[in-house]
């Protein structure tokens, strides 16, 4: 749940009036075209960035409070700048680590006190169980386990990062660029692996440039700076298990044109709020400017 969410850079918003209701095991998507604040709202909904304006809650937690509690049940794909895979690794080295950072920093003072053979079994159960439900089959990779991130191909590299974040058993998992390079045989392969892990029970979050019609659509745009809300949207009738449910209006403010020689729109001042949106308010730069605040640049 989030209402009137909104982050702010330096040179402005990234997103404002963020209003949302998703329930657990929803498949919401984040669309819009790039430089709209899409990553942002993921990035604000996952614990990674802190908001300024109004409050979410995930899993009981409520937002910007409780955002080191959040990032503890919230997973992340891969995420350009914040969680990239490494392309001088293998596969199974990517795993590993993950597998040794969750025993050390999630697992319990009696986990790490377990002999070494049954933490290594634990481990392999745990990887495995991943690479089950991200749909990734080690074999058909062209060197197994061995092969290089560089070698992948996009959707086997999508298939991997949710793995890595799915072995953390997370209640919450955000996705970036789903369907960014992606052929629509593809595309459509990485939304059925979506519509899997969420109806599993986890909830997904995942930045697109066109979501499917089955999702819970949050659409960012970029036109003018007085922009009207933009709804959420989804089927009237969910046709996945937990599908996202009462969606309330969102509003993504994008960057304003550029001036005529008569003066831009604006939106009016809330009392006692933020200043209005001007030209160098609302822009791109603005959520460039978001993300290098976190140290995501």
């Given at each position: 749940m989030a209402e009137g969410l909104g982050l702010k850079g330096p040179r402005g918003w990234a997103f404002r009036d963020v209003s949302l209701r998703a329930g657990a095991g929803a498949l919401v998507a984040l669309e819009g075209p790039s430089g709209t604040g899409r990553t942002c709202l993921l990035l604000a909904l996952t614990g990674r960035m802190k908001t300024q304006e109004g409050h979410a809650e995930v899993?009981?937690?409520?937002?910007?409070?409780?955002?080191?509690?959040?990032?503890?049940?919230?997973?992340?794909?891969?995420?350009?700048?914040?969680?990239e895979l490494d392309p001088s690794l293998?596969?199974?080295?990517?795993?590993?680590?993950?597998?040794?950072?969750?025993?050390?920093?999630?697992?319990?003072?009696?986990?790490?006190?377990?002999?070494?053979?049954?933490?290594?079994?634990?481990?392999?159960?745990?990887?495995?169980?991943?690479?089950?439900?991200?749909?990734?089959?080690?074999?058909?990779l062209p060197k197994g386990e061995r092969t290089s991130v560089r070698d992948l191909e996009r959707l086997e590299?999508?298939?991997?990062?949710?793995?890595l974040a799915l072995m953390g058993r997370p209640r919450l998992i955000g996705v970036d660029d789903t369907d960014l390079k992606l052929s629509d045989a593809d595309r459509a392969e990485a939304w059925a692996l979506l519509r899997?892990?969420?109806?599993?029970?986890?909830t997904v979050?995942?930045?697109?440039?066109?979501?499917?019609?089955?999702?819970?659509?949050?659409?960012?745009?970029?036109?003018?700076?007085?922009?009207p809300a933009i709804p959420a949207t989804g089927p009237a009738e969910p046709?996945?298990?937990?599908?996202?449910?009462?969606?309330?209006?969102?509003?993504?403010?994008?960057?304003?044109?550029?001036?005529?020689?008569?003066?831009?729109?604006?939106?009016?001042?809330?009392?006692?709020?933020?200043?209005?949106?001007?030209?160098?308010?609302?822009?791109?730069?603005?959520?460039?400017?978001?993300?290098?605040?976190?140290?995501?640049a």
């Amino acid at each position: 749940m989030a209402e009137g969410l909104g982050l702010k850079g330096p040179r402005g918003w990234a997103f404002r009036d963020v209003s949302l209701r998703a329930g657990a095991g929803a498949l919401v998507a984040l669309e819009g075209p790039s430089g709209t604040g899409r990553t942002c709202l993921l990035l604000a909904l996952t614990g990674r960035m802190k908001t300024q304006e109004g409050h979410a809650e995930v899993g009981g937690l409520r937002l910007p409070r409780k955002m080191a509690a959040v990032r503890r049940i919230a997973g992340l794909g891969q995420v350009p700048g914040v969680s990239e895979l490494d392309p001088s690794l293998t596969v199974a080295e990517h795993l590993r680590e993950r597998a040794l950072l969750q025993r050390r920093f999630d697992g319990s003072v009696r986990a790490l006190l377990r002999r070494p053979g049954t933490r290594a079994a634990e481990a392999r159960a745990r990887i495995a169980e991943a690479l089950a439900a991200a749909g990734l089959d080690l074999a058909a990779l062209p060197k197994g386990e061995r092969t290089s991130v560089r070698d992948l191909e996009r959707l086997e590299a999508l298939r991997l990062s949710i793995a890595l974040a799915l072995m953390g058993r997370p209640r919450l998992i955000g996705v970036d660029d789903t369907d960014l390079k992606l052929s629509d045989a593809d595309r459509a392969e990485a939304w059925a692996l979506l519509r899997a892990v969420a109806a599993g029970g986890t909830t997904v979050l995942a930045v697109c440039s066109e979501a499917p019609a089955d999702a819970l659509r949050i659409t960012t745009v970029g036109t003018a700076a007085a922009t009207p809300a933009i709804p959420a949207t989804g089927p009237a009738e969910p046709t996945e298990p937990g599908t996202a449910t009462e969606p309330t209006a969102v509003t993504e403010p994008a960057a304003a044109e550029e001036p005529a020689e008569t003066t831009p729109a604006t939106e009016p001042a809330a009392a006692e709020g933020p200043a209005a949106a001007t030209e160098d308010d609302i822009t791109e730069e603005g959520a460039a400017d978001a993300l290098a605040e976190t140290g995501r640049a």
